[in-house]
């Protein structure tokens, strides 16, 4: 039996609070859908179920900004999935993660874009009783508008 994903969408709202010129602290809401392909063969005969995980983390991000531009970022995540069944062939995610991401953001007045390309890691430490071997991985790029009050 394996698993695939076949897509997902990412949507952010982030805090940042600057501690100097380089460094700030993030933190938000995040919310994701993924699209999950799970293949198994129990007749000999390749099977495919369609199955989706929603989750809702709390991410904390240390924020290091470089060569004017170009910031990393990395740090846990709390994350809780939405609609796990106690019937589904993934084991739940909720627990703590982990995501790293690199990017550029230019800023104009109050205002700011960014692109961030970014890796995430769901279910590193659970709060269930058993150890899983299936972790929900992400990457992907996001792209943001902001403004600064």
């Not at 076949?6 to 699209?35: C, D, M, P, W």
């Not at 995540?77 to 230019?106: C, M, P, R, W």
């Amino acid at each position: 039996m394996g698993h695939s994903g076949k897509g997902a969408n990412l949507f952010e709202l982030r805090y940042s609070r600057g501690i100097n010129s380089f460094l700030s602290i993030e933190t938000g809401l995040q919310y994701v859908h993924n699209k999950i392909e799970t293949d198994y063969f129990p007749d000999g005969v390749v099977h495919y179920k369609t199955s989706e995980i929603n989750m809702v983390s709390v991410p904390v991000y240390c924020n290091l900004a470089f060569l004017k531009y170009f910031f990393v970022e990395a740090g846990p995540t709390l994350d809780f999935e939405a609609n796990h069944a106690s019937t589904a062939s993934i084991a739940d995610q909720s627990g703590v993660g982990f995501a790293f991401g690199l990017g550029g953001k230019y800023t104009c007045k109050n205002w700011s874009v960014m692109v961030n390309p970014f890796f995430q890691r769901h279910l590193l430490i659970s709060p269930g009783s058993g150890d899983s071997i299936e972790h929900l991985w992400q990457s992907g790029i996001k792209f943001g508008v902001g403004y600064s009050f």
